[in-house]
């Protein structure tokens, strides 16, 4: 049986490590320094793809591989969602030296790689259509805030574009901050990634497709199970600044939850910070009493002094 059987471990192994390379997406330079502090696993290898694929290998989300390290010490690091890197960590890319946007700086950078999601990296920009982000308050306008970029991904599972954005609320930050996008309705020009620009990712066409089944599947079984906090098609939405405490809303026509929870659906696991809907009442530009939920959309019809109503939104004159 050997002659039949080593053949096929060596190609049993062999599709393993395709596996586990083919999902192996660039997700930003990082000071090599944090790693210690959080991520797991460390071990000195060769070079990046083999730190992909232990790191793979062991049911990892992401992994860190510092190039460059000619003495002893750890080069290679893995990761899950929920203890991935405070987005303070994230540096400019050593894009205007290697001229390359995914280029790190050996021994003082590591490469970040996720390694399960479908997207492929695109570039990096300055700036979305209909999205602005305070760094100074760490809030984004027109997108959601997320705690990793696996985390946006996953919310963007289901379109052909997913951008994230490292944010820094203060220097003296160290929980994770990320700002995703969907599909924005365009884009601006070209700029070296870090803090501050906007992570480009595409989905093919067929990837997408699938990605929406997906999606659709598991809202079938998850819906059911988080409305039933609530009668008939009322959503539990979290009540802000309560702990573990919830509010039934009609999504449908609710002024301050218009599509779904404007600070983030309560279930079963509890609390839930994403936000799945639109609070109405703040649109920039919208007069108090000016606007209404209809079918889970908002629809401005009156804006304050110096703005004017184009296209069912206000704009500042």
């Not at 959080?38 to 290898?45: E, Y």
């Not at 994230?90 to 946007?101: H, N, Q, R, T």
């Not at 699938?210 to 999606?215: D, F, N, Y």
């Not at 599947?217 to 906090?229: C, L, W």
Request: aromatic fraction near 8%; charge should be negative; include cysteine.
């Amino acid at each position: 049986m050997l002659p039949l059987t080593f053949p096929l471990l060596v190609l049993l192994s062999a599709l393993s490590y395709v596996r586990a390379a083919a999902s192996n997406v660039f997700v930003g330079c990082v000071l090599a320094t944090e790693l210690p502090l959080f991520a797991v696993q460390p071990q000195r290898l060769l070079n990046g793809g083999l730190c992909n694929q232990r790191c793979y290998a062991n049911g990892y989300t992401y992994s860190y591989f510092i190039s460059g390290l000619v003495a002893g010490g750890s080069n290679c690091y893995c990761d899950n969602e929920g203890s991935y890197l405070a987005a303070s960590a994230y540096v400019l890319p050593a894009g205007g030296v290697l001229g390359s946007d995914t280029g790190c700086l050996p021994i003082l950078q590591a490469t970040a790689t996720d390694l399960r999601t479908t997207f492929t990296f695109s570039n990096c920009v300055g700036t979305l259509t209909g999205v602005t982000v305070n760094l100074v308050d760490g809030t984004i306008l027109g997108g959601a805030l997320v705690d990793s970029p696996g985390a946006c991904f996953d919310r963007c599972k289901g379109n052909l574009a997913a951008y994230f954005i490292p944010i820094v609320p203060s220097v003296t930050s160290i929980l994770p901050s990320y700002g995703c996008v969907c599909d924005p309705s365009g884009e601006g020009s070209g700029l070296l990634c870090g803090v501050g620009a906007f992570y480009k990712y595409n989905h093919d066409a067929s990837a997408s497709g699938q990605a929406r089944r997906r999606l659709q599947e598991a809202m079938n079984v998850d819906t059911p199970r988080r409305k039933s906090f609530c009668p008939g098609q009322m959503e539990a939405c979290n009540v802000p600044g309560v702990s573990d405490a919830w509010e039934c809303v009609d999504s449908t026509s609710d002024l301050e939850s218009c599509g779904g929870c404007t600070h983030g659906d309560y279930t079963e696991q509890g609390f839930n910070s994403t936000s799945t809907g639109i609070d109405c009442t703040a649109i920039p530009g919208v007069r108090l009493g000016g606007s209404t939920c209809t079918n889970g959309r908002c629809e401005i019809f009156s804006c304050k002094r110096k703005w004017t109503l184009i296209d069912g939104q206000c704009v500042r004159l």
